[in-house]
């Protein structure tokens, strides 16, 4: 990377735009960066380094304080940095977060804005996006960048002086050998949780021997319970103890099994069944006894409950036959009814018909009328017109009347607006010449303590210069020459004066003395600022910048007057907002109506609004002139119109009432008297029907009462009362037929199944069972204990067996991992861990190129070797430096360098880091190097090595950029960057 132009707008001290032009000073290959403290030398070396990584050089300087003190608030802070790399240009646009003065006088936050352009003119935007892109193309990130390409104050001797673990940090970023260390650290991971899985392995197997059953095993029990485990021994015991508990377990199923059988061949509920059944079958045959006994009582019931059914089927004829002779009755009653109200209906309906003719006859009057309802209806229309314009009309008046106090309104805010913006401009002046006033009294002040310093010091001088004839004298011996006058005789020396200064003393004044210049030199700055601000645009002081502090009154009646405007201004606004509070209810107008565009854009709306409204009542009045137009002569108002309709309306009502009502009359009538014809002949009909009914309900109820062998009515009659009680004798016949079916089967199934069998002595069968079941159940006890053993035994042991084989697997594991892991973390006998290893690889390469450097700059005397013995108190080892000096031929620490020799050996070691990242890291071209101190250690004869060596950089191709006071490297690098400092800010020229 070879830059190509830097412009620096109020970056730094640099209050105005900056820009240096390096393709005229890079041909040389080394140039000099030169000027007084504080001028901002380094600034620019932050602005490259902010240009492309968004920080300074160094870690001391944020980006908020980049913008320049001197540079007007209005201006922004940016840096523009072009270079060149692989014949390709580049092109940065970076600024930082800062606050701006806007045209309304406050202030507003400006964001941070970055640019990347490429050589084919895209732009890359956002600080994310372009700091990954540039670490793309240099292929070197900011730490690696402030290492070895710009080697800034405090960081030039760090790499030298550094301990071996502050190396590996710093060549881990440089190198990026994270993966190894991240490796080590995996390996010690990977070695705890084998070692974790190891322990729980082990502890789960002691869970699983001590909850082992050992069945009163002394022996066994030991083996379960010992603090450290024999597992191998505790699986061949309990295998064994397994073993045994098998084969008694299956003693004790043999022996059951017999038990069982012996049991099962006493019947014992057999018998129980079988004498049971005895009891049950003479039971049953008393029961049959009783039911053989009640046969004639229950052939009786059948007998009467036949006579109750036939009884039940032949009221079904009686009871039609009533039926039919009380529908012919109500039939006759009908009949009689209907023929006595038939010539009174005739009679009505031929006077209903009458009054139908008579009303109809006035249909023709009503047609009139209603044709003249229609032309009233529509002159009713025109009048209803005219009222709801008349309303419209005046809502429109009445919104006109609100526009125009809304207009008047607009003009007041517009007064007020001006006002407003009269007021910011006095208010800003008002703080202006009040910070004038404060800064001319401190100025007054400074003066004052300035001329009483300085008196204070001058006093001092002469006082100093004076004695120092006494101080000489103090130092003469006999015999010895006077540094003066070289006499060996000293026959009156001066006598040393009492309270004279010392030069420490004189030294302090005079560093008060330029404080308090520097101090007034500041104010003097900050005033002219103030004074400029105060008369721009306006001519508020009639005298120059230079004379404020001779015309302190004018300031001060200045400062009345223009308070005096700002009150003046305060209270007509103020009068302004009551009489609008007043007008709207609202106590304080809008903030928009504060800016007067706002207010005349909202006038000019008003304004329009009331044109449109003129014309909108215009046309209205127009309209209703029209409707006026239309109305008849004969109309005067609408109140006559309306009494004429309802009276129109009340005859038409009343005409079509009288046709309804007669209509409806004559209609009721004929409708009543076809009805009632209707009805006698209906009723002769079913009269008709209803007596051959009555003669065939009457033959079936005779020949019913023979066919169910009654031999009289009164006999149909009595059996006929107890229809009720059938379904109770039904029952009755039906429990006793089921209970002798029942009783019959049951019985010679009882008398069949027990033919040949006899009863048993069930007390001495039932002894003989419990005393097998007790027995029996006692050995089921100790199967159960036997066999729960038998499992949780057999359980554990598979539990362990294949706990034991998984952790000789996790075993052969831990072995191999814990050793790579003690290696590479540095627990060997060099301390040295695998990323040491490898940092020390690219050291020595470091190293070897570092010493061809070292022994051109240092005439052969020194060269750098890396120590390999182990480091006190376990301390990590392998990039430790020592220094060795060929004169004595031995070997020394490194710090006893002096300040020359350890810049010349730093530079050395800077310049190899740069060729041993470019070699290492394909891709990374570093031509440009930027050093930002050291020179001032060095005599003649080193200097003149250390930039030759510089020079020699050149010669290949790169660039070097140097920061120095050194006024010797101006006479040496005749290609130079003066920057200059002035009270309004610094700036900068070339110089080649």
Do not use: W
């Not at 006035?362 to 009713?380: D, F, G, Y």
């Amino acid at each position: 990377m070879k830059p190509i132009k830097l412009t620096m707008n109020a970056f730094g001290p640099f209050s105005g735009s900056e820009t240096i032009d390096f393709t005229t000073i890079i041909q040389s290959g080394i140039f000099l960066i030169t000027g007084p403290t504080g001028a901002g030398k380094t600034t620019i070396f932050d602005a490259i380094c902010f240009a492309l990584y968004g920080r300074a050089s160094g870690d001391n300087r944020q980006n908020e304080n980049f913008k320049s003190d001197f540079a007007p608030e209005t201006t922004l802070c940016n840096v523009y940095f072009e270079f060149e790399l692989r014949g390709k240009v580049f092109c940065l646009f970076r600024q930082p977060q800062q606050q701006k003065l806007t045209s309304k006088g406050t202030y507003t936050m400006v964001p941070s804005k970055v640019e990347l352009t490429l050589p084919n003119g895209d732009v890359i935007t956002g600080a994310l996006d372009v700091n990954v892109r540039i670490n793309d193309i240099l292929g070197i990130n900011l730490n690696q960048f402030k290492q070895i390409v710009m080697l800034a104050q405090g960081e030039f001797q760090r790499l030298l002086e550094a301990s071996s673990d502050e190396k590996q940090e710093i060549f881990r970023r440089i190198f990026s050998t994270e993966l190894f260390d991240r490796f080590a650290q995996e390996l010690g991971e990977k070695t705890r949780t084998l070692d974790a899985a190891i322990g729980k392995q082990t502890d789960a197997i002691a869970v699983c021997a001590s909850g082992m059953d050992c069945g009163g095993d002394a022996e066994f029990y030991a083996l379960t319970q010992a603090p450290s485990i024999d597992v191998e021994v505790l699986l061949a015991a309990a295998e064994t103890f397994v073993k045994q508990d098998r084969a008694k377990l299956e003693k004790l199923e043999q022996k059951l099994l017999d038990l069982n059988a012996l049991r099962d061949k006493l019947n014992l509920e057999q018998a129980v069944e079988v004498n049971h059944k005895f009891e049950k079958l003479e039971d049953l045959q008393k029961k049959t006894n009783v039911l053989l006994s009640r046969k004639g009582y229950i052939a009786e019931q059948k007998n009467k409950l036949d006579l109750i059914r036939g009884a039940q089927q032949v009221s079904k004829s009686d009871d039609m036959i009533a039926q039919l002779s009380a529908q012919i009755a109500e039939y006759q009653k009908e009949m009689q009814d209907c023929q006595h109200r038939l010539p009174l209906l005739a009679n009505t309906m031929r006077q209903s018909q009458s009054a139908l003719y008579e009303a109809k006859s006035r249909e023709e009057v009503k047609q009139n009328l209603i044709e003249h309802r229609t032309k009233l209806a529509a002159t009713q229309n025109v009048f209803f017109k005219i009222e709801q314009c008349n309303a419209e009309l005046l809502e429109l008046k009445k919104a006109r009347e609100r526009l125009k106090k809304n207009e008047y309104i607009l003009q007041k805010l517009k007064e007020r607006s001006v006002m407003i913006a009269q007021l910011r401009e006095a208010r800003k002046k008002l703080a202006n010449i009040e910070q004038l006033s404060l800064l001319c009294e401190k100025a007054i002040e400074g003066n004052k303590a300035f001329a009483a310093v300085k008196e204070d010091y001058i006093l001092q001088y002469d006082r100093f210069l004076s004695a120092q004839a006494g101080v000489l004298a103090r130092t003469l011996e006999d015999h010895l020459p006077c540094p003066v006058c070289g006499s060996f005789d000293h026959p009156a020396p001066a006598k040393l004066a009492e309270d004279v200064p010392t030069q420490a003393s004189l030294d302090e004044t005079r560093n008060d003395l330029d404080a308090l210049t520097a101090a007034l030199n500041t104010l003097e700055t900050d005033i002219k600022a103030c004074f400029r601000q105060i008369n721009y645009m306006d001519d508020v002081y009639s005298f120059k910048e230079e004379e404020v502090l001779s015309y302190p009154s004018e300031i001060s009646a200045s400062k009345e007057n223009f308070e005096r405007h700002v009150s003046a201004l305060q209270n007509q606004i103020q009068e302004i907002e009551l009489e609008v509070a007043e007008l709207t209810d609202i106590a304080k107008p809008d903030e928009k109506y504060d800016d007067e565009i706002a207010v005349l854009d909202e006038i000019a709306k008003v304004t329009n609004r009331l044109l449109k409204s003129k014309a909108e009542i215009d046309s209205k009045k127009r309209q209703i002139d029209e409707l006026y137009e239309q109305l008849s002569a004969d109309i005067k108002d609408a109140e006559q119109l309306k009494a004429e309709i309802e009276a129109t309306d009340k005859q038409i009502v009343q005409i079509n009432e009288q046709i309804a009502s007669t209509t409806q009359r004559f209609m009721d009538a004929k409708s009543e008297y076809d009805k009632l014809c209707k009805t006698v002949e209906i009723s002769r009909s079913k009269m008709f029907n209803l007596n051959n009914q009555l003669s065939l309900a009457q033959n079936q109820f005779h020949a019913d009462l023979n066919i169910f062998r009654f031999t009289s009515r009164e006999m149909y009659e009595e059996h006929r009362a107890l229809i009720d009680k059938a379904t109770e004798i039904e029952e009755i016949i039906n429990s006793y037929n089921i209970a002798c079916t029942a009783a019959t089967t049951e019985l010679n199934s009882l008398e069949t199944e027990l033919r040949d069998k006899t009863q048993a002595d069930v007390e001495l069968l039932s002894a003989q069972h419990k005393e097998l079941t007790a027995r029996i159940s006692d050995l089921n006890q100790q199967k159960v204990t036997l066999a729960a053993r038998v499992k949780i035994n057999t359980q554990a042991v598979g539990s362990i067996r294949e706990r034991y084989n998984g952790m000789a697997k996790l075993y052969s594991q831990y072995k191999d991992v814990s050793e790579l892991y003690r290696l590479a973390s540095g627990n060997n006998a060099q301390r040295i861990s695998f990323e040491s290893y490898v940092l020390a690889s690219y050291f020595d390469d470091i190293i070897a190129l570092a010493n061809m450097r070292l022994s051109k700059m240092t005439f052969s005397r020194y060269e750098l070797r890396r120590k390999s013995d182990r480091e006190k108190f376990g301390r990590a080892s392998g990039l430790s430096l020592e220094i060795i000096d060929n004169y004595s031929g031995k070997a020394r620490h490194i710090t006893t360098l002096s300040g020359g020799e350890s810049f010349k050996t730093s530079l050395a070691l800077a310049l190899s880091l740069a060729d041993i990242v470019q070699m290492y890291a394909g891709g990374v071209i570093i031509d440009t190097m930027f050093i930002d101190e050291g020179f001032g250690t060095l005599d003649d004869e080193s200097l003149s090595s250390a930039v030759q060596t510089l020079m020699s950089l050149g010669e290949d191709g790169r660039v070097v950029g140097i920061i120095s006071h050194v006024s010797e490297l101006k006479d040496r690098i005749p290609t130079r960057i003066n920057v200059t400092s002035t009270k309004s800010g610094s700036t900068c020229n070339i110089v080649s």
